[in-house]
């Protein structure tokens, strides 16, 4: 069964901490994508990757950055952790045209 | 940036009943695809549809697309109450996926 696996479901991290978000995908996709969901806005594309070592923004990228150094594991990093940045945090991976293969999500607390 | 939005914000209904959900979406498309979320789970894919075709069945799910009125709907028949769940459109203007809001289902047995 292809997969594509967060490695934390929750998170409470402090105002200010560096904060690493990981997932790996098992299914050898090109393009993979970090969306933040929040009540009232829905899905909210903050960056994706087409390749290794490629990234580009998405709609909301300010105060994250992402970094792919291998095909199958994209992280985001939120530099400066801040209280606006508490969300439900899901990856997903894809190989055009087919559709998204998300993960479980991790549900960030920052406090 | 919104390009689809699904209707109604929620829908309640009983077991075995239908339930049908609408996206309205405003530029051109390559596909449309629509998801499934369980309660603070990750979105599953159900379906995708090609901008040049009108109807694609997968099990208890229908959905079909109006490329002319911009729009698409996804109809659940014999809904059962783990059918309940968030549901979202999503299209393709650019290389990546853009999500509605979502419809929340809520079939109660």
């Known amino acids: 069964d292809v997969k594509v696996t967060q490695s934390s479901r929750y998170l409470v991290k402090r105002t200010g901490e560096k904060v690493f978000l990981e997932c790996v995908q098992d299914m050898d996709h090109e393009n993979m994508f970090w969306y933040r969901q929040d009540p009232g806005l829905g899905l909210r594309l903050i960056y994706f990757?087409?390749?290794?070592?490629?990234?580009e923004k998405g709609d909301i990228p300010e105060g994250y950055s992402v970094s792919r150094e291998k095909k199958e594991r994209f992280s985001l990093i939120l530099e400066s952790a801040s209280t606006n940045q508490t969300s439900m945090y899901l990856c997903a991976s894809s190989s055009r045209p087919r559709g998204y293969t998300f993960g479980s999500g991790t549900r960030l607390t920052v406090v | 940036s919104q390009q689809g939005e699904e209707d109604p914000q929620a829908l309640s209904i009983q077991e075995g009943e239908n339930a049908t959900m609408n996206c309205s979406y405003k530029?051109?498309?390559?596909?449309l695809q629509w998801y499934r979320q369980n309660s603070g789970r990750g979105l599953v894919h159900l379906i995708l549809?090609?901008?040049?075709?009108r109807e694609k069945h997968s099990g208890r799910l229908r959905v079909t697309l109006d490329t002319s009125k911009k729009s698409s709907s996804l109809l659940i028949t014999a809904s059962r109450a783990a059918d309940t769940a968030s549901y979202f459109c999503?299209?393709?203007?650019?290389?990546?996926?853009?999500f509605g809001k979502g419809t929340k289902l809520t079939v109660n047995p």
């Open positions: 999503a299209t393709d203007p650019s290389e990546k996926l853009v």
């Open positions: 530029t051109s498309i390559n596909n």
């Open positions: 990757s087409y390749d290794v070592k490629m990234k």
């Open positions: 549809i090609r901008s040049n075709e």
